[in-house]
């Protein structure tokens, strides 16, 4: 997550499906906002694994207090892999004071670098107390 000034804002996990918390070889939710692009994250598989039984997903918070104004969200892609299994997952934005409503959604549709960024629209700023409401 990123402010108005390409800062970032410091995420903390929330919760995560129960294979992606279970992480394999180390890689669990936590590294995803742990500020290090050489740590992972990755869903348990292998041998006594159920294959194909939940929807991988991470949650994660920023405390409002801190004064950040979220403007974007950025996800890394740390390999090739990863590109290639990021199409399609889909990025949802919560709102905690609403009773977790959901406000907006963006599909990860094209990954061309090693970076995608959804740049929040303004109405959804607005929604979230980062830009004034008109």
Do not use: C
């Not at 929330?14 to 936590?30: C, E, I, N």
């Amino acid at each position: 997550a990123l402010d108005e000034k390409d800062r970032r804002i410091p995420l903390r996990l929330v919760d995560a499906s129960a294979q992606v918390t279970q992480g394999r070889q180390g890689r669990v939710p936590s590294n995803a906002v742990d500020g290090d692009l050489a740590t992972r994250t990755h869903n348990n598989f292998g041998p006594g694994v159920r294959y194909g039984v939940e929807d991988h997903w991470m949650q994660f918070s920023f405390d409002p207090k801190l004064g950040f104004h979220l403007r974007k969200v950025r996800v890394h892609a740390t390999h090739h892999a990863a590109k290639q299994r990021m199409k399609g997952v889909k990025l949802s934005l919560l709102l905690p004071s609403k009773g977790n409503a959901l406000i907006a959604q963006k599909a990860i549709e094209f990954w061309g670098d090693d970076v995608f960024d959804w740049d929040l629209p303004l109405e959804v700023q607005k929604q979230i107390g980062s830009l004034p409401l008109d």
